[in-house]
């Protein structure tokens, strides 16, 4: 029986499919994170607005408005727009070279663009349908007029990227003090002691 063995090439090519497999696992975990904080921003907004302008909240069953809490906190929406945004903003791509502001500021610009595009999606199908906003009460806030719609674009428009950027530090920090401890590594050999050894091996230090 002939034996087979393993070359450079092949042995290169299955690390890069086994890198690539552990990416999609992160990937789809913070796909499933966001998705469930952005939710949660959208909630929130949504209960400040009718705390401070109905102070009141719309019923459970079909008959007394259970559609209201589906469609008036806007996750319908701002859901699917910032993961879109996200993935465009490159926030699913490997990070591990780049700091923790580059990635709370690019959170923000996300987040942003977020909240543009679902004000432009509302005013195309129509904020009285989806958003709800058809009580004419409004909340004066240090002479700042608001109504329910302003008042909750705006608690949104905070909430959103202060509560993602949370979640991200937050894995962050745990994926790093993980590592600390030896899990979740990659092991990479570093030939040579020259200045560009050196400067790859600080590299890598400063962005386990």
Not at 23 to 29: E, N, P, Y
Not at 136 to 163: E, K
């Amino acid at each position: 029986m002939e034996g087979s063995s393993t070359g450079p090439e092949e042995a290169r090519g299955g690390d890069e499919v086994l890198l690539k497999q552990r990416h999609q696992v992160f990937v789809t975990l913070f796909v499933c994170l966001d998705a469930i904080v952005v939710a949660c921003a959208c909630m929130v907004a949504w209960g400040v607005r009718r705390l401070m302008i109905e102070h009141a909240w719309p019923g459970l069953t079909v008959d007394t408005g259970a559609w209201h809490w589906v469609r008036e906190p806007l996750a319908l929406f701002a859901v699917p727009i910032a993961l879109l945004m996200f993935y465009a903003f490159g926030l699913y791509k490997p990070r591990r070279d780049r700091g923790l502001a580059a990635e709370q500021w690019q959170i923000v610009r996300a987040s942003l663009a977020t909240i543009v595009m679902l004000i432009v999606a509302l005013w195309a199908l129509g904020t009285e349908s989806f958003g709800g906003w058809t009580d004419g009460r409004v909340l004066d806030i240090g002479g700042v007029i608001f109504d329910a719609g302003r008042l909750q674009i705006g608690v949104l428009t905070l909430a959103m990227p202060v509560m993602l950027g949370a979640e991200r530090l937050a894995f962050r920090v745990a994926l790093r003090t993980l590592r600390a401890r030896g899990w979740n590594l990659r092991h990479v050999a570093v030939i040579g002691t020259g200045r560009l050894g050196r400067i790859t091996c600080r590299t890598l230090d400063s962005n386990v």
